[in-house]
């Protein structure tokens, strides 16, 4: 891939210089906090309103670890993907717009290399706000209940959740190689988002799914029995570089 390192660290440097990365670590490290915090007071807060508010009361499971968990997953889960389609949507739809792209590809760089760049640099960003939002919020796991989870499993947790951000950001990226718009771009992920829950609830191939493998990611925070999960993961493992594949066949067709 020829001008792979000139094009990433180029890359790197829009991400700074734009506050794209800083932004969202700062999502992650927020819902990171959140979500230890949310299960741990929220019962104690409903409770409190209700009894000011002549009886009203909702019915809200008390804390634990397995509550926590979920709060953590879901919080850095959705606020993730969101991350991940706003990185990537324009990441080739505007420079194609702005002519930035035959620009850049004059010099001596390699579509593929081009793709590659922002592929990586997205989800580098990803990787850290990644560790630092699943590290707050263990952290303050270890602060707010008696026991924690597993490291090991917390850490694989972690590296699927990332991986499984990875692969909406190279479905995006091919949306955003497809069109000229960012925002069919992004229409691009969220349909895919859509398919793949829905995907995922169907038995035999419902597991393979991106979205599917945050449930044996979870128990394996809990240091529980994930089930068969390597067939998914390998699924997984190999479907962003066949999305990246697909991108570069698409993109080095194109007139730009």
Same mark, same amino acid.
Request: glycine share 10%.
């Given at each position: 891939?020829?001008?792979? =390192?000139?094009?990433?660290?180029? *890359?790197?440097? *829009? ?44 019915? /809200? ?5 397995? =509550? ?23 990441? /080739? ?39 630092? =939002?699943?590290?707050?919020? @263990?952290? @303050? ?12 499993? @917390? !850490?694989?947790? !972690? ?27 992004? =229409?691009?992920?969220? /349909? ?26 979870? !128990? ?29 066949? /698409? ?6």
């Amino acid at each position: 891939m020829m001008g792979l =390192g000139i094009l990433l660290r180029k *890359e790197l440097r *829009e991400q700074l210089r734009t506050n794209r990365f800083i932004a969202v670590v700062a999502v992650f490290v927020l819902f990171g906090i959140l979500g230890p915090l949310t299960d741990r007071y929220m019962k104690e807060l409903v409770d409190a309103i209700g009894s000011q508010s002549g009886g009203f009361s909702i019915a /809200v499971p008390p804390p634990s670890l397995a =509550g926590d968990l979920v709060q953590i997953d879901k919080n850095l889960s959705q606020f993730g993907i969101i991350c991940a389609l706003l990185l990537a949507m324009g990441s /080739v739809a505007w420079e194609k717009e702005r002519g930035t792209a035959g620009m850049i590809l004059t010099k001596p760089a390699s579509r593929a290399a081009f793709l590659a760049a922002k592929l990586i640099a997205i989800s580098a960003t990803l990787g850290v706000a990644t560790i630092l =939002g699943t590290g707050v919020a @263990y952290i @303050y796991t270890l602060l707010l209940y008696p026991t924690a989870f597993s490291l090991a499993g @917390y !850490a694989a947790m !972690a590296a699927l959740m990332w991986w499984i951000l990875v692969a909406f950001t190279a479905i995006t990226l091919l949306g955003s190689t497809l069109t000229r718009s960012a925002i069919a771009a992004a =229409g691009v992920g969220l /349909v895919a988002l859509l398919i793949m829950g829905i995907v995922g609830a169907l038995p035999v191939i419902g597991p393979y799914m991106p979205s599917s493998l945050g449930e044996p990611a979870r !128990a394996l925070a809990m240091g529980q029995d994930p089930g068969w999960i390597l067939g998914p993961v390998l699924f997984n493992l190999a479907l962003v570089p066949a999305l990246f594949v697909i991108s570069w066949l /698409v993109f080095r067709r194109q007139e730009l």
